[in-house]
């Protein structure tokens, strides 16, 4: 599905050689980390840690993590900033990203540009040098997958935008673990498929939400062409499929019963949601009633309980 290209520079994004007349150096300095989107990079580290407790069996070396996170932190920061530059044109009219620095000037696109290309560099030459060179070019990889595929390709041009667009937020659960072992197995592969489908229906909720900023800038998210029916549907579909992933690490004898009561209670109260949510919205049910924000605040509780029983699993068999 191709949709109508936006203006490149609408009214509100200035262009590389303009500066805005004031740029306190404080205010600067919050505007390149702004850039990086702290908020959702956290997310990510939640998902790399306790892999790495899991790969090891125990406490990992912490100078190791350390380093697994910052080259983490680096690798995603950089494809946010790249992220940023691609989308500046939209971001200018969607209402929840108006305030991003390259809207408000505040970083120029030329500075936002050489900003993330650094960050790409110098965290792939940190994993490389000091982690190892698999978990080098998984994130190298998952940096260059969320701004090519996702951002350049996808995202502008189709409803399944988030579903393969959101393989480069598995990649920090294999980092997590090839950090410690150099090498893959399925315990990995299992919960980058949990994220692969918590993914959507995590996103689409949101989506559900801002569904007109979306529509406003000819971003195809799958609320903004589909009934809120439908999208329910994949969110309860999408749903079932993840928790089902998430019970078969303790078949597979990677994770005891400590992981697998908290996969279930977790599990069980998002199938919950989802549904209640589903039940909404085949009522015809618009508006603050919908609260579709329900499940998706709850989505982020949910993969952080999900992981801290995958780092504390460990010492309780």
Same mark, same amino acid.
Request: proline letters at 5%; glycine letters at 6%; hydrophobic letters at 50%.
């Given at each position: ?9 609408p ?16 205010a ?10 702290p ?38 920061g950089?494809?946010? +900033? /790249?992220?940023? $530059? ?6 200018? &009219?969607?209402? =929840? !990203?108006? @305030? ?40 190298l990889? +998952? /940096?260059?997958? $969320? ?6 390709? &996808?995202?502008? =041009? !189709?409803? @399944? ?60 998210m ?52 989802a ?17 579709e ?25």
């Open positions: 599905m191709c949709v109508t290209a936006v203006e490149s520079r009214p509100g994004v200035l262009g590389s050689d303009e500066r805005p007349t004031h740029r306190p150096f404080g600067r300095v919050k505007a390149f980390v702004a850039l990086t989107k908020r959702i990079i956290e997310l990510l580290l939640i998902t790399t840690v306790p892999v790495m407790f899991l790969a090891q069996q125990g406490v990992p070396d912490l100078k190791l993590v350390l380093l697994t996170c910052l080259g983490g932190y680096l690798s995603a950089g494809a946010n +900033a /790249l992220n940023m $530059y691609i989308d500046r044109d939209i971001d200018a &009219l969607m209402d =929840r !990203t108006s @305030q991003r620095p390259l809207v408000t000037g505040m970083v120029s696109p030329r500075e936002c540009l050489a900003f993330g290309i650094t960050l790409a560099v110098v965290s792939t030459l940190l994993f490389g040098l000091t982690v190892n060179w698999l978990s080098a070019w998984l994130s990889g +998952a /940096l260059l997958f $969320y701004v090519v595929v996702y951002t350049m390709i &996808l995202k502008r =041009r !189709t409803a @399944q935008n988030i579903v393969w667009g959101g393989i480069a937020g598995c990649m920090p659960v294999l980092i997590g673990w090839t950090a410690v072992k150099d090498s893959l197995t399925w315990a990995p592969v299992i919960l980058f498929l949990v994220i692969f489908f918590w993914t959507p229906p995590h996103y689409w909720p949101l989506s559900m939400k801002v569904k007109d900023d979306y529509a406003r800038v000819g971003v195809p799958l609320p903004v062409i589909a009934s809120n029916k439908v999208v329910a549907k994949q969110i309860v579909l999408y749903s079932w499929v993840m928790v089902a992933v998430s019970l078969l690490l303790t078949p597979l004898g990677y994770t005891g019963w400590f992981y697998t009561a908290v996969a279930l209670a977790s599990g069980g109260w998002w199938l919950w949601e549904h209640a949510l589903q039940n909404r919205a085949t009522a015809e049910v618009t508006g603050a009633k919908l609260k924000m329900r499940l998706f605040h709850w989505s982020i509780t949910y993969v952080s309980l999900l992981f801290v029983a995958v780092a504390v699993d460990p010492f309780l068999r």
